[in-house]
């Protein structure tokens, strides 16, 4: 029973970290974080400005920001506002800001991003910013908290974005990059063109790819859509620079047709064809 006992409170100590609601607004004791920093009922309103900034992130993200920059003058830029702040700076395309606000909220207080969707922005800000090292260092972070994420589908976007980065930015990383799609495999959710063009170009790299009368399995190049460029999208992936055209022409060799017989068998130039009658 003691077992089962510890497991539960780890469990529950696990999902409160991974909250987005910022440690000092979760107790009600008034002993420590915010409730000292201000008085009662602007730390009360300061909370009340980020629960609201979080609810609204998803559809309306000027109305987050517009909520972190309120949270920010009552109590200061603290790295709680700074991560609700760089994700809506995400969100409505400036991703260097992001990257920006959430480095500095991890300089100041790392706990922040034990949050797993704050950590999947903060990876995504970084590869849209051109942060290639820094990207692949919060990928690999993500994906061991990943299945803290309790949308199937982010985490599969997780998982198809380490291997992406991890691919374009890590010598022979095409063994990491195949683990993580893996994973991946096992709940596609209507992603199976992403992931197996990227297994495709991670066996590629590795110089074991199948040969190429294997490629006609893989999806066609339009199941992939059309995310926009360096680009925040909740409905792509985002990859690294360059790499979306890569699998888009790599699934397009499965829908060239081999060369007819004919064109293979042309006369040598200067033959007349009159000599074979």
């Known amino acids: 029973m003691f077992p089962l ?10 999902a ?3 909250s987005p609601r ?13 409730w000292l920093r201000v008085q009662a009922a602007d730390a009360q309103r300061y909370c009340e400005l980020l629960a609201r900034g979080y609810a609204r992130l998803v559809q309306t993200p000027q109305e987050a920001l517009l909520a972190a920059r309120s949270a920010e003058a009552l109590a200061g830029p603290l790295a709680a506002v700074r991560v609700l702040a760089g994700r809506a700076n995400l969100r409505l395309g400036d991703a260097p800001i992001a990257y920006q606000l959430l480095q500095q909220a991890e300089a100041s207080d790392p706990q922040v991003f034990a949050d797993p969707k704050a950590l999947h922005d903060y990876a995504r800000a970084a590869s849209l ?3 290639a090292p820094e990207a692949v260092r919060l990928y690999r972070l993500l994906v061991s908290r990943v299945a ?3 949308d199937p589908r982010e985490r599969a976007f997780a998982q198809i974005e380490a291997a992406a980065h991890v691919l374009a930015h890590v010598e022979k990383g095409a063994d990491e990059a195949l683990g993580y799609l893996a994973h991946a495999r096992q709940e596609p959710l209507g992603l199976a063109a992403w992931i197996d063009g990227l297994r495709q170009l991670a066996l590629k790299q590795s110089g074991r790819g199948p040969a190429r009368g294997s490629l006609a399995a893989l999806p ?4 992939l859509g059309k995310p926009k460029a360096a680009s925040f999208s909740a409905e792509f992936p985002v990859l690294p620079a360059g ?19 004919a064109a293979r068998a042309l006369p040598a130039r200067g033959e007349s064809r009159g000599k074979a009658r």
């Open 16 to 18: 409160a970290q991974a």
């Open 5 to 14: 006992v510890l497991a539960v409170v780890f469990d529950l100590t696990t």
């Open 220 to 223: 066609s190049p339009t199941a």
């Open 129 to 131: 910013a051109g942060k």
């Open 22 to 34: 910022p440690r000092e607004c979760r107790g009600a004791t008034g002993n420590d974080g915010i």
């Open 148 to 150: 803290l994420l309790d």
């Open 243 to 261: 790499m979306f055209e890569t699998l888009e022409a790599l699934l397009a060799e499965r829908e060239r047709p081999p060369a007819p017989a």
